[in-house]
């Protein structure tokens, strides 16, 4: 009787348990991307279709530094946590955006961008914010914002604890939260994608102490699953690196397996040192939250030298399907949208596919010393969610330059995963997607909305300057043709149209310790390069601003900060556009759709963001390049930023029609979040423009109903 008396109890207590949990996660936006399960999706319902043009603002923070945010911030117990563009966390009351607490009083020069912070309790007290700076993981207490002194030294634990000597004054940062289970938080990381890269293993620390708990080697050691897809002993070498988990994983935690989609093998562009399929990089790896272990793997690209990284997190679904007797069938999935425009969709637990994948031939590079995968993975199903293929038709009818472009797309290598070349490939969909960093949404029915860009790049290979070309040049212009002349040009002029803005003048705009700052630490998505010896990083500085007497004589090529050489590079980031500025291809080159995972099928696709000045010449919506994801809600509304005209947009997620719009204070390149306080539901961006040719701004802006 007292026995069952006592399991009595022990049911009404967990039945209450997981009342109160279920009806804070109905209600908050307590995790990145919205949950566990990264589906950008609220059960929320106060504004839906009928409303949502009654929008208004409700409050706005002003963060204390201005320029790109990317964050999607969280929401617990009615306080919203974000980080602002120079990585100060705050925490502010989510229903008038007060500020309680900020952590980091300085301005950090030459800091990356971040998209949040992650949240832990005990349930008895203890609840913390997790948050990178740098190559540092801190844990803040969540009710003041103080550095948790028995988590690691002083509050902080490094990112390089389980990467080896191999990680050593090698950049390594991270941008997204990290993913928390059970007293455990996975980490993802951001790394240089050079030669000089660290190798990106997956690491774990207890959230309590900030000890390491376990790593998985994305480059297997001696013994260990894949090992043999690379060279011999490949994870010694300081000119491999790379296949990292930089966009964020997923976690089902009533199975306890963890979801980590990975990125290119470094160098990005050229594997002769590296030669084989290249386990793990570029795979979905189901791994065993609690110890590390491999549940089971697929790689979606051998051996990439294109930077096919799977770039966010994947989405863990529930779809129905016929089973061997006909009928319906529910599978726990696990789906990912790829750069290339594709959506995989695998069993959660076996790892097998749910629809159809063909191993395509694929043209052999002829840059000597390559040896590139003979094939590569294509779904046949579901259709690409981005155009494949680009042929003259398909080019800018609106672009003057109709007959050059042309000719430049008769001159280059086309077609799936064309190999990269000196004559010049196309990559397309571009580097920056098809999908991107701010991830897909979906809805608990299976339907899955994606934004993608449309925007296609050159990539040419070049030999790489022998030390010997080099010597004539003085030692600040060695480092400069070395380690920065791939993007911002021999010439230093940059390439605007591109993102990489011109060091020509950088002495009228900055300050030498502001520019040595990033050269330490990167700025935005620039890696940093803290291995460059100090004498090397002031004769560069000392070049930049044109004060030659300065310079300190020596050979970059000498000591431990040689970067190691391998015989090509790229002319840079090369956007395929016309001499306006537009993309080259014929619009949409910006999308967004709904896909239906369950049969496959495209539900609707429309372009997403507009040229003003182009919409006033009477061309009709183009679309823009776009960063960062929509957010899906009960109430029938899909919401989203992310393109370059600032808009933010709220769509009937089941037909696609627009519902309403309205200007931002600086474009939203960012996700939004979604979240319930006092009875209210408010809608909440990030606007700190700057990419794209944007202008800067630094607002939080959240809307809700009059």
Known sequence: MVRLLILLIIVAFSASFFSVSRE?????????????????????TQIDTGNVQ??????????????QMQMNPITVKGVLYGVSSALQVFALDAATGRELWRFGDKIRSGT???????YWTNGRGDSRILFTSRSWLYALDAGTGKPVAGFGDGGRVSLRAGLGEQARDKFVISNTPGTVFENLIVMPMRLSEGADAAPGYVQAFDVRTGELAWVFHTIPHPGEYGYKTWPKDAWKN?????????????????????????????????????KGRNLFANCLLALDARTGKRIWHYQLVHHDIWDRDLPSPPNLVTVRQKGTDGRPVKIDAVALTTKSGHIYVFNRITGKSLYPIEEVRVEKSSLPGEASWPTQPRPRFPAPFARQSLTEDDLNPYSPDLDSLKTLLKSIKKGYYAPPDKQGTLIFPGFDGGAEWGGSAVDPDGILYVNANEMAWILTMTDAPKQSELAHLSTGEQVYALNCAACHGSDRKGNALSGYPSLADIGQRHDREYVRQVINNGKGMMPGFPALKPGEKQALISFLFGEEKQEVTGSPGSGSSRKPQLPYKTTGYNKFLDSKGYPAIAPPWGTLAAVDLNSGKQLWQHPLGEFPELKAAGIPPTGTENYGGPVTTAGGVLFIAATRDGMFRAYNKRNGQLLWETQ?????????????????????????????????????????LP
């Open 238 to 274: 300081t000119d491999v690196g790379g296949a990292n988990n930089w966009a964020g994983m997923a976690i089902d935690r009533r199975r306890g397996i963890l979801y980590v989609p990975t990125g290119s093998a470094a160098y990005d562009f050229y594997g002769g040192n590296r």
């Open 664 to 704: 931002l204070p600086a474009a939203g390149f960012a996700t939004p979040g979604t979240y319930e306080v006092n009875g209210k539901q408010y809608v909440v961006i990030a606007c700190g423009g700057t990419k794209l040719g944007t202008k800067k701004g630094n607002k939080v802006v959240a809307f809700s």
């Open 112 to 118: 990356s961008t971040s998209r949040g912070v992650a």
């Open 54 to 67: 009654q929008l208004r603002v409700a409050w706005t923070y002003a963060a204390p530094d201005s320029g």
């Open 24 to 44: 804070r996660g109905d209600t908050e936006w307590p995790e990145y991307l919205g949950g566990p399960d990264r589906n950008h999706y609220s059960p929320l």
